[in-house]
């Protein structure tokens, strides 16, 4: 559930950028649209690693592998 939660904030987080980052990069309508389709085959991906490695008994390992750097990369931004 919280690997779902956090691609779904990835997915929401990148829609929301678009506007605003296409606007001040002065970038025309299929920039943004190249730049969300490129995002869904990597998460139909990730998705399937991460539900395997959930289903052999790593969930908890996984959490803590992709939420320790994503909280240090979230950190170092600010």
């Known amino acids: 559930m919280i690997t779902f939660i ?3 904030m990835d ?3 990148v829609g929301c950028a678009i506007p605003s980052v296409g606007s001040e990069l002065v970038l025309t309508s299929v ?3 190249f730049a969300s389709g490129v995002l ?3 998460n139909d991906i990730a ?3 991460r539900g395997g490695l959930a289903d052999r008994g790593y969930g908890k390992v996984l959490i ?3 939420t320790a750097p994503w909280g240090i990369a979230g950190l170092a931004q600010v």
């Open 47 to 49: 998705q399937h690693i």
């Open 40 to 42: 869904l085959p990597r």
């Open 6 to 8: 956090i691609g779904f």
């Open 11 to 13: 997915r929401t987080n």
């Open 31 to 33: 920039a943004p649209g």
């Open 64 to 66: 803590t592998v992709t």
